[in-house]
Nanobody, 128 residues
Framework: QVQLVESGGGSVQTGGSLTLSCVVDIDVYLFDNYIAWFRQAPGKEREGVAAILIADRATLYADSVKGRFTISRDNAKRTVDLQMDSLKPDDTAMYYC????????????????????WGQGTQVTVSS
């Protein structure tokens, strides 16, 4: 069974920073795969936040986080991190690591349907 283990959530004040980390199962940490972070706030649909292509570190970001969040990957550790700066109360949500997206750049996407595997989630709370 594919495992994705998230860590790094917590509570911060507006303007603060957090780094989320996802340890990715070796079975899906593949050259033409991509890994993403999604989030879901209470009463809202799950939305894609950022994604990274393992092969060449190409990235995608939701408009709401561009310039504030940075996604990165470490091949040696098989981790995908999400550095979140200038956090706002609207960033409060459960954050999920997602994997299993395949097909390289052609199918690189922040759509939920592109991902097969999901972590358990880590809570991020930003207070004003």
């Amino acid at each position: 069974q594919v495992q994705l283990v998230e860590s790094g959530g917590g509570s911060v004040q507006t303007g603060g920073s957090l780094t989320l980390s996802c340890v990715v199962d070796i079975d899906v940490y593949l050259f033409d795969n991509y890994i993403a972070w999604f989030r879901q706030a209470p009463g809202k649909e799950r939305e894609g936040v950022a994604a990274i292509l393992i092969a060449d570190r190409a990235t995608l970001y939701a408009d709401s986080v561009k310039g504030r969040f940075t996604i990165s990957r470490d091949n040696a550790k098989r981790t995908v991190d999400l550095q979140m700066d200038s956090l706002k109360p609207d960033d409060t949500a459960m954050y999920y690591c997602a994997a299993g997206g395949t097909g390289g750049r052609l199918y690189f996407s922040l759509m939920q349907s592109a991902y097969k595997y999901w972590g358990q989630g880590t809570q991020v709370t930003v207070s004003s």
